[in-house]
């Protein structure tokens, strides 16, 4: 048969096809094709009309063409026209055509639509499925529009032929998929879960897919799904190897059904009802005893068709994560994957087993294969079996083998291929710091990061292992030592250059003693490398050079020296010239105390655990790399830490004026400069002002409410305007507001939830420090008193001056039952409600996005997802984040782009946004661009707080 | 679910493109590309899988073409492996004893073929003889040979 519709007679197309193959070069070919299409084009608009196999031939050659990757503009009316042939292989072209070539916003879609209408109604179950197949390719929001309603009646109408509900099924998919607002659940639900009983295999097949899909989103709409899949699928496990006719593939009964049935339940939590529940743990056992049979054919089929099974009950094993006895068998199943010939296996064994090394039932069985991946990690000759590896070595990490496993992570590193050279940087900052007991092995192995792959330190790890040093004085003479032996290499990364700079200039004195590490030693080690280093790097050593001055005054002069130098008080950089200018004046000027006090020793950052770290304890998965990424933000509330700790720095602060003790590591030095910092020749004059007598006439209490700030609710308004603010048991607080452009209004309702009256009621609204410039909220008097089970409101207004980024406090106090209540809530105005969305094309968006393109324009942050990644939740944050949702700016569908302006008073800062979900690993990288660094920082923190 | 399959020659030329979820042209290209020259540069006896952005990557070569396919990172891909097998089985039975030119001069039919088996990046009918028999009816539909015959080339 096949011989005879080979190529159906279109001689034309034929012989287009071999002269483009006969082209000797890419020149030829265009002009071969050139040729083809003026030919096509001149038939299409001659005055003769053409027939149906013309327009066929023609159709089909324009398809050719557009496959070799050159542009089709024209015929898209001629294969329309074929849709309504009723010759099967015109119409049978022209969708074909319609779904490669057609995109959804085609003036044409009315017309296809019409004609697909038409085929859906023919009753002709050949004409029908082609129809469907064209909505199913095409799958644009018209076509949902137009048949959302109707695909749904023929798949469960009972004298569907089973092919089409095949289609009708997974098209119905398709259309859920791209507008799920537009397919609505209705009597057809109950239906479908139904044909997961139906006779014929192959539809199924195509119905446990979708139901899948349905499930997903709306479990318990399909919950009575569960016990049909576990029958089902108990009937073909203790099927025979032929029972099932042509769905058996090379002796496995229906391999794709059977996963399919696994995955669908893998929506659920294992089975409630006892029976239901012991027929699936039956069918698991089933499973994973057929792996140790002898194999019915040696074909790589079978085995590929029988472990694909296999592995996808392990999957649902781990998802029930309640059977210990299963787990620890699909354990010792995947152990002898892990040492199989063939290469498939040891990859899935060791990416399975990564998922499973987190269940705590399965974690030590897990442990016990760690020599075989270590030895995998050495020796397999594939990169993307070592990743595996890698993956697999983290996730089984702990106390008892952390040593081990770092010590081969760091060996492997350094000749590991460079596109996972960052990853794995990461997963061993992160097991270093994780598990060390003893600390001078967490600074050895960070150093030896930044010697084997200091390109790929990112600056969170070297972050991190400052703020360790400072933090834990047993290690701090060592580190000392240690980087300063470090630096002593020829050529060293500049990462380490950082990181020596800093602790030389915290810790250098516990050094100095040794001759060898003198202070002038250690200067002209550091300065060695200055002229090689980037600007950052060169302000971060500046400032370790003012904090020697500090610890060492016997190297004053040389420093000072090095300060004064034409390229230091000259430099075209407007912060380093800076920093030199104030540095010099600051160790010329101040008296060895005020020195001693400025550039004390920094205090200790914060220990409190990340969110992230605390949910990489939960489930650490293979993804979970960054727990210490908001270490940015822990590094600034340090930084406004320091305020507490020293009232000098704290007034340099307040005298804004960048202060070398809390911006040592470089961080945010721009924001400073920009924000508050005044030129530099009148910087030293403020300074100056600064170390006066007046130094004790600024406050640094500032009127802050009794008792903690309450602000557990304050992260959920970022994204929506009204709700709950806060509650105990006396009050509630409830919130509604409004923005325009720069203003906003806000109504508080304090609910009494009490049945007395509370007496002398007071609310107020306190913006602290610099927040008083930049927001104005006006509070209305409201009544002294509330009754028992009564509300009162008042009425916020606020307009926003400038950027800011604390948020105001209201203050309320009253009393209640002879007692005087206090509390403080954050109120949540925050800088993102002053957002006007922006609509913009994608080519505007592009070149705006170049435009912002400098380096402190930019923050991106990447952290793991706290809650599902569910593409319409995302989209309704970031709607309700302000910004206009763009769509179809970005290539990859998957993210989301969003743009808007801030509106402040003074300004309008521009803004762009990007988010880049990663659904496998659980991770989003988020990027802001604005016009200004601070709004890019602080939209960033926002929103990377809501997911 | 699968979201592309690609049919490439050693040579990077792309014998067969289909698409399961929107993308952009551009987008498409790159894809392409980078599909091109990430399994072409494999060694061989490397794994069949990949990792590729937050798709997996699977992959097999037959004779002088290879199958390429990228899907959601729950998908498993030893199944993936046979769906790349059964394609092909599918495209033997009807051409009989497939070779790259037969798609190269037929892609419409491997198209065809494609979409009894496929839909929507989902596995509709994994049943060999199903697939073969709608095929075979769709051809019983079409016009005889003689009719064609009698039309002029171009």
Redesign the interface.
């Known amino acids: ?12 197309l ?2 287009f ?2 002269d483009i ?1 006969n082209c000797k070069s890419k020149e030829a070919e265009i002009k071969r094709i050139n040729k083809e299409l003026a ?1 096509i084009r001149s038939k299409f608009k001659g005055d003769k009309a053409l027939d149906g ?2 327009k066929k031939k023609y159709v ?1 050659k324009l ?2 063409i557009f ?1 070799l ?1 050159h542009d089709i503009d024209f015929g898209h009316m001629e294969a329309v026209n074929l849709l309504s042939s009723n ?3 015109e119409k ?2 022209g969708y ?1 055509f319609i779904s ?1 070539l057609v995109n ?1 916003n085609s003036d044409l879609i009315s017309l296809i639509n019409n004609a697909i209408k038409n085929d859906l109604s023919s009753r002709n179950p ?1 004409f029908m ?1 082609l129809a469907l ?1 064209c909505i ?2 095409v ?2 929001r018209e076509m949902a529009e137009a048949f959302a309603a109707e695909v749904p009646r023929i798949l469960v109408a009972g004298d569907t032929m089973d ?1 089409v509900k ?2 009708a099924a ?2 119905l ?2 259309l859920n ?2 507008s799920p607002d537009l397919v609505l659940m209705g009597e057809w639900t109950a239906r479908v879960v139904h044909l997961l009983n139906d006779q014929h ?2 539809v199924v ?2 119905a446990t ?1 979708l139901i899948t899909t349905l499930a997903q989103k709306s479990p318990e709409d399909f919950k009575t799904s569960v016990s049909l899949a576990v029958a089902r699928l108990s009937r073909i496990v203790s099927s025979g190897s032929t029972d099932l ?3 058996t ?1 090379y002796f496995v009964a ?4 059977s ?1 399919k049935l696994l ?1 669908l339940l893998q929506c659920y939590p294992p089975p409630e009802d006892g029976a239901i529940r012991g027929r699936l743990t039956e069918c698991l056992e089933t499973i994973l005893n057929k792996a140790q049979e002898p194999p019915k054919s040696k074909k790589v ?1 079978h085995s ?2 029988k ?2 099974v296999l ?2 009950a392990i999957s649902l094993i781990i998802h029930h994560d309640s059977e210990p006895t299963l787990l620890v068998r699909a354990c010792n199943q995947l152990g002898q994957f892990l040492q199989h010939r063939e ?2 296996l ?3 064994a060791l990416e399975s087993m990564c998922t499973l090394a987190s269940s705590e039932f399965s974690h030590e069985a897990v442990k016990t294969h760690i020599e075989t991946v270590i030895n995998a990690l050495k020796s397999e ?2 990169v ?2 070592r ?1 595996r590896a890698v993956d697999l070595l983290y996730a089984m990490c702990d106390r008892s083998n952390a040593k081990q496993i770092v010590a081969e992570m760091l060996s492997y590193l350094e000749t590991a291929d460079y596109s996972i050279r960052e990853e794995i940087v990461l997963k061993v900052a992160i097991l270093a710091e994780k598990y060390a007991v003893d600390y001078t092995w967490y600074v050895d192995t960070i150093l030896n990061l930044i010697r084997f792959a200091g390109d790929y330190v990112s600056d969170e790890v070297w972050y991190r292992v400052i703020q360790i040093v400072i933090n834990r004085d047993e290690v701090q003479g060592y580190a000392a030592k240690t980087v300063f032996e470090a630096l002593q290499a020829p050529a060293c990364h500049e990462n380490l250059v950082k990181v020596g700079g800093y602790i030389l200039g915290e810790f250098g004195n516990l050094i100095a003693g040794d001759s060898r590490s003198s202070p002038l030693i250690q200067f002209d080690l550091l300065h060695s490398k200055f002229h090689l280093c980037s600007v950052p790097t060169r302000a971060l050593l500046l400032s370790a050079y003012i904090k020697f001055i500090n610890l060492f005054p016997e190297v004053k002069g040389t420093i000072q020296e090095v300060l004064r130098s034409d390229s230091q008080l000259r430099n075209a950089d407007v912060e380093l010239q800076q920093r030199a200018v104030e540095y010099l004046r600051l160790s010329c000027i101040a008296s060895t105390d005020i020195l001693a006090t400025v550039l004390e020793e920094m205090p200790p950052f914060p220990e409190r655990e990340s969110s992230i770290l605390a949910k990489l304890k939960r489930k650490k998965g293979p993804g979970n790399l960054h727990p210490d990424l908001d270490e940015n933000r822990k590094e600034r509330s340090a930084n406004g830490g320091t305020a507490d700790h020293s009232s000098t720095t704290s007034n340099a602060k307040v005298a804004a004026s960048p202060t070398p003790s809390t911006d040592l590591l470089g961080l945010g030095s721009t924001i400073t400069t920009q924000n508050s910092a005044p030129p530099a020749s009148k910087g030293t004059s403020l300074l100056v002002d600064v170390f006066s007598e007046n130094i004790a006439a600024f406050p640094v209490e500032t009127p802050v409410a009794v008792g903690p700030v309450a602000d557990e609710n304050f992260s959920r308004f970022v994204c929506k305007n009204n709700g709950v603010l806060y509650e105990n048991q006396l009050l509630q607080i409830g919130l509604k507001s409004e923005f325009r452009q720069n203003l906003g209004r806000m109504y508080v309702f304090f609910g009494n939830k009490t049945s007395t009256q509370f007496m002398n009621f007071a609310a107020s609204v306190v913006c602290q420090d610099t927040l008083q410039a930049q927001l104005n909220v006006h509070a209305k008097p409201a009544d002294p008193t509330v009754d028992g089970g009564a509300q009162l409101q008042q009425i916020l207004n606020i307009e926003c001056m400038s950027d800011f980024v604390d948020a105001p406090v209201l203050n309320i106090q009253f009393r209640y039952g002879g007692t005087l209540q206090n509390i403080a809530v954050k109120l949540p105005i925050t800088l993102n409600k002053f957002f006007q969305p922006t609509e913009m094309t994608s080519q505007d968006f592009f070149q705006r996005w170049k435009q912002l393109g400098a380096p402190q324009q930019e923050v991106q942050k990447i952290f793991k997802a706290k809650h599902s990644m569910d593409t319409e939740v995302t989209k309704a944050k970031i709607m309700g984040f302000g910004a206009a949702l763009l769509d ?1 700016v970005d ?4 993210n989301f782009v969003g743009a808007g302006v801030i509106h402040t008073k003074t300004t309008q800062v521009g803004c762009l946004l990007r988010l880049e979900p ?3 690993a659980q991770m989003y990288r988020l990027t802001l661009r604005t016009s200004r660094d601070t709004v890019s920082q602080r939209l960033c923190d926002l929103l990377s707080e809501q997911f | 679910m699968m979201h592309f399959l690609l049919l490439f020659s050693r040579q990077g030329k792309l014998r067969l493109q289909k698409w399961f979820t929107p993308i952009p042209e551009r987008e498409k290209k790159k894809i392409v590309r980078d599909m091109t020259t990430m399994v072409l540069g494999r060694k061989p006896r490397s794994c069949n899988f990949l990792h590729w952005k937050d798709l997996k990557i699977v992959y097999k070569k037959y004779a002088s073409l290879y199958f390429c396919c990228g899907l959601d990172a729950e998908e498993n891909e030893l199944l993936a492996l046979e769906v790349l097998h059964r394609y092909v089985e599918l495209l033997d039975k009807y051409f009989g004893n497939v070779c790259e030119l037969d798609i190269i001069f037929n892609f419409e039919k491997a198209y065809f073929i494609l979409d009894e088996f496929l839909l929507g990046g989902e596995v509709q009918e994994t049943s060999k003889q199903v697939v073969s028999r709608s095929i075979e009816a769709s051809d019983m539909l079409q016009e005889t040979m003689e009719e064609y015959m009698s039309k002029p080339a171009f």
């Open positions: 048969m096949p011989a005879v519709s080979k190529g159906d007679g279109m001689r034309g034929a012989v096809i071999s193959r030919n196999y013309s089909c398809l050719f496959l990757g010759k099967y292989t049978q072209i074909l490669v959804s050949t499925n197949h199913a390719n799958g644009s092919s095949q289609s997974l098209c998919l398709r998929r791209t295999l192959g097949t195509a897919s006719q042509d769905y593939y229906a391999p794709w059904l996963v995955r089929q590929n068709a472990n694909a592995f996808e290469t498939n040891r990859y899935l000759r594939d993307s079996v990743q179809g290539p990859n569908p998957s990663n659904t496998q």
